[in-house]
């Protein structure tokens, strides 16, 4: 990742602490050729901003917090297709939500929101960290009450490496093109992630975790609506307006 430091409070963020010599020795790195530059904005917030797009605004924790408060206003329950696709609408979960593509966190929300707890993985470091800085920030407020881990992680060694329990639902959004928010800060955030995350990955992702998917748990995958599934044995799918929701549940043995 092309990505540099510019201040040394990052190190006081507790996700930083496992990364720290990862962070040393890219920060050491700082120079002409940083594309992405991490910064504390005055007013306390993380930020990500792009020397090579100055016209773009930075990424901050603060712009998540909203994006977050607005899609938990509009949250409508079980009506939610999020909470149709994680069943919730029959009956509670009882297992943790992976969801393995956080991005700018707003699918973990609206599934905490429904009362899982989410366990958020983001393998661009400084999305991470900025996703760090906005729960943290986050934490103050009356209307978060979300119970959200997240994990700086490559989301396939994960899952391959982690004994998560049989009733756990992996949800998996590689989609870069939703159309469903046109708002102008939406494609600004959406292209901030586009040009952060690097690795495209809309299709390896969700198979490699498909192939490991083990006795009890089920993968929500999120398609726009004329891409194909993974596998014509997908279980059910959840159709949206603009996108849906394929759904694979390994039975148990
Ligand atoms: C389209 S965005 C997800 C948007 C998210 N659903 C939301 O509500 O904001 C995809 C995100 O998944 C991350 N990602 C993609 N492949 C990944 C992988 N293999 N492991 C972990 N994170 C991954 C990308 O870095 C990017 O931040």
Redesign the pocket.
């Known amino acids: 990742m092309n990505f540099c430091l510019q201040s040394s409070d990052m190190y006081q963020l507790p996700l930083l602490q496992p990364h720290k010599e990862l962070i040393q020795i890219q920060g050491s790195e700082a120079g002409q050729e940083c594309r992405f530059v991490l910064e504390r904005e005055p007013e306390g917030y993380l930020a990500i901003r792009d020397l090579e797009r100055p016209d773009l605004k930075p990424l901050s924790s603060f712009d998540l917090i909203q ?1 977050w408060h607005q899609r938990l206003k509009s949250y409508r329950g079980k009506q939610e297709p999020l909470s149709k696709a994680l069943g919730i609408h029959k009956r509670p979960l009882t297992g943790p939500v992976v ?12 599934m905490a929101q429904s009362g899982a707890k989410v366990i958020m ?4 470091l400084p ?1 991470a960290l900025v996703l760090s800085d906005a729960i943290e920030h986050a934490q103050a407020l009356d209307w978060f009450e979300l119970d959200l881990e997240l994990i700086h ?6 899952a391959a490496s982690s004994t998560l329990p049989a009733n756990t639902v992996l ?1 998996c ?4 093109n ?1 159309k469903s928010n046109k708002s102008a800060q939406n494609k600004r955030l ?1 292209q901030f ?1 586009q040009h ?2 690097h ?1 495209p ?1 809309e299709e ?2 969700p198979s ?1 975790l498909l192939a490991q998917l083990q006795p009890g748990q089920k993968l929500i995958v ?1 398609k726009a609506l004329p891409d194909p599934p993974l596998t014509q044995h997908l279980n059910y799918q959840l159709k949206g307006k603009n996108f849906r929701f394929d759904i694979h549940y390994r039975p148990m043995v």
Do not use: N
């Open positions: 994006e969801d393995t593509t956080a991005g700018l966190g707003r699918d973990s929300c609206v993985l983001e393998r661009e999305l992680a490559e989301a396939a060694d994960y949800y959004d590689p989609m870069f939703h959406m992630l952060l995350c690795k990955s390896d992702l490699a999120k």
